[in-house]
């Protein structure tokens, strides 16, 4: 079971408790088709409740979901929905049915399905104290006149630094999605030294995000440590999405100088190329004395 979202407004002594899933539904359909499944609601309160689903529309910035009042097309195509009374601790499959019109856009359409403690017409309403609610969300792709794009527009370790002395050293992945329909751009960023050896392999959205039409979404991944990481290194970051597993890939260049190695070095440097030399100078110096006053 996968948690949904839940908020709560204002405050009371007791909130009822919510838990929905699982946390995303996505489907693939053709105009005219009828879409069939189950969700999962549980009362985690200590009492029993009864819950109301609604539904809106989502769209994401920078990464960030939020949900509107204005009515998805998506929510019309669900058959109505009853509400359900559950006692303290009770769960309940919930089936549903969606009926995709004949003449639905092609594309992407997306939707919250909200299952809350307050019927929909008096959420936020003066006459409730608290309102809790859990949110499942809803992708989906209708089949025509598909568009699929994408692009690599940042690719950063450390938030655009050159120079890195400790760890863990952070990179971070930005796609942006150019077509219609909502992607999940997954693959990995593969960091060699300067020899050309691998010295790290890090999964990009390995729990597989989704990024929805025209918009942005960063992926962070993290270089926890390497103990004899030292110099010169080039991470190319390839991330896959689509039907036909289109690749994007980046690069940079970066130096890693860990304050203890580079201190060891250092004094290696300075010993090959100060130390040595002088005193091979100076025994040279008492050998050359010694041989002329023998």
């Not at 608290?130 to 450390?158: C, K, P, Q, W």
């Not at 751009?185 to 729990?207: D, H």
């Amino acid at each position: 079971m996968v948690l949904g979202i839940i908020g709560a407004l204002a405050s009371a002594p007791m909130a009822h408790a919510i838990t929905v899933g699982p946390v995303r539904l996505e489907f693939s359909v053709n105009p005219g088709d009828t879409v069939k499944g189950t969700v999962t609601v549980i009362n985690d309160g200590n009492e029993e409740a009864t819950f109301y689903p609604s539904f809106e529309k989502f769209i994401e910035n920078n990464g960030n979901k939020i949900f509107t009042k204005e009515t998805s097309d998506i929510a019309t195509w669900f058959v109505a929905l009853p509400s359900v009374t559950l006692k303290a601790g009770e769960q309940k499959d919930i089936p549903f049915t969606m009926d995709i019109p004949k003449n639905a856009p092609p594309g992407g359409h997306f939707a919250v399905m909200w299952w809350s403690t307050a019927p929909p017409n008096v959420q936020g309403g003066q006459q409730v104290s608290i309102v809790t609610r859990a949110g499942i969300l809803v992708y989906m792709t209708v089949a025509g006149d598909i568009h699929e794009g994408g692009s690599m527009t940042n690719f950063v370790a450390n938030n655009g630094g050159l120079f890195f002395f400790g760890y863990p050293i952070s990179f971070s992945t930005s796609f942006k999605n150019e077509g219609n329909v909502y992607e999940k751009p997954q693959g990995s960023i593969v960091v060699r030294n300067m020899l050309g050896m691998t010295s790290a392999t890090l999964s990009v959205n390995e729990p597989g995000s989704n990024v929805l039409p025209q918009s942005t979404k960063s992926f962070d991944a993290v270089w926890q440590s390497n103990p004899w990481a030292f110099g010169l290194y080039h991470a190319v970051a390839t991330l896959t999405y689509g039907q036909n597993s289109t690749q994007v890939t980046a690069s940079r260049w970066f130096f890693v100088l860990p304050l203890w190695n580079t201190i060891v070095i250092a004094l290696i440097l300075i010993v090959i190329f100060w130390v040595l030399p002088v005193g091979i100078k100076r025994y040279n110096k008492w050998i050359v004395n010694r041989a002329s006053h023998s």
